[in-house]
């Protein structure tokens, strides 16, 4: 299902952004395996509508992974219940390392790090309960101290087929130096393939891959804004501006296709991420946040990126 020999880019599960259009794009454009956002295992279990919704996939999406955050392990295993249900999932994995406040006061994401008897307990529980081929976990250093080595056989022994390791801890946040060596530590610890995350882009991922000895990378904010990074890591080359705008079309073709005329509104934080940097970004923003009407939008994106 994943040739960790080939060292695979993955998408990671980014809130607001790496939604059904964007995951679409990058599987286009070099991404071997995409992550869905962070759904609750709670919302699951009450019906929400729009975590339902986030399970969804495109059609080219192929491993395709959706990611749960949870610590309670019946509602773990009726989530996991509801995900049997889809077809087209490839795996599920577990969150165990979402910063976010809210999350860690509900005791989950990096909260688990703290009780990694818990976290062994429900990625257990969704190993046995799961129809899907694939089990992970993704994962920090640990909360307050770096504690790789002990977090990634906890996954190891419960059953998990890969790990994918953030290099900080939940109190480093997204600030903190990204430590490789410790990256090392955990992949140095455990028989099963490990995927490298944290600052990791095009001007960096070979070294990254050499310092960690990872089976994998994992993109997330650096994708933002710039989802050909993932071409640009396989070809060792900058992108065209010609290829440039194309994946941005194709993006915004993708959302107004999956989420109808909102999509264009949408859109636009993407276009913020797109623009920044460049020549008349300021204006072309403002212009944006002003049109409604959605094929005067592409044609402007066209002109723009031309």
């Known amino acids: 299902m994943i ?7 993955f998408l990671a599960p980014l809130a607001g952004f790496s939604d059904l259009p964007l995951r679409s794009v990058v599987k286009r454009f070099g991404c071997d395996v995409s992550v869905s956002e962070m759904i609750s295992a709670n919302a699951l279990v009450y019906d929400s509508a729009k975590s339902i919704d986030m399970l969804k996939k495109s059609p080219n999406e192929t491993p395709y992974i959706v990611q749960i955050a949870g610590n ?5 295993k009726k989530a996991v219940g509801i995900i049997n249900k889809f077809d087209g999932i490839d795996g599920i994995d577990l969150n165990c390392g979402c910063p976010v406040p809210k999350v860690v ?18 990625l257990e529980t969704i190993k046995k309960t799961s129809n899907k081929k694939l089990l992970s976990a993704k994962v920090r250093l640990g909360f307050d101290e770096k504690i790789p080595e002990a ?13 994918a390791v953030h290099g ?16 090392k530590a955990a992949k140095d610890a455990i028989k099963i393939p490990l995927i490298a995350n944290g600052d990791i882009d095009a001007t960096n991922a070979a070294d990254a891959l050499a310092k960690t000895g990872a089976d994998a990378l994992m993109i997330g ?14 070809s060792g080359k900058s992108v065209s501006s010609e290829l440039k705008k194309e994946i941005i079309l194709a993006h915004f073709d993708a959302m107004i296709e999956h989420y109808g005329t909102q999509g264009a509104y949408i859109f636009r934080k993407h276009l913020h991420q797109y623009s920044k940097g460049m020549s008349e970004a300021s204006s072309f923003r403002d212009e944006i946040n002003r049109i409604t009407d959605i094929s005067l939008m592409r044609e402007k994106i066209s002109v723009f990126f031309a």
């Not at 989950?108 to 008897?117: F, I, R, T, V």
């Not at 900080?168 to 990256?183: F, L, P, Q």
């Not at 994708?223 to 890591?233: Q, V």
Request: hydrophobic share 40%.
């Open 3 to 9: 040739d960790f020999s080939k060292k695979p880019l």
């Open 151 to 163: 977090i990634a056989k906890a996954c190891e022994e419960a059953g998990v087929d890969y790990i």
């Open 105 to 122: 006061r509900q005791c989950s994401g990096s909260a688990l790090l703290k009780d990694l008897d818990l976290l062994k307990i429900l």
């Open 221 to 234: 904010r650096a994708s933002i804004g710039k989802p050909w990074i993932f071409s640009e890591i396989k």
């Open 168 to 183: 900080r801890t939940r109190a480093g946040g997204y600030s903190a130096d990204v430590d490789y060596s410790a990256i």
């Open 72 to 76: 309670d392990k019946e509602n773990i």
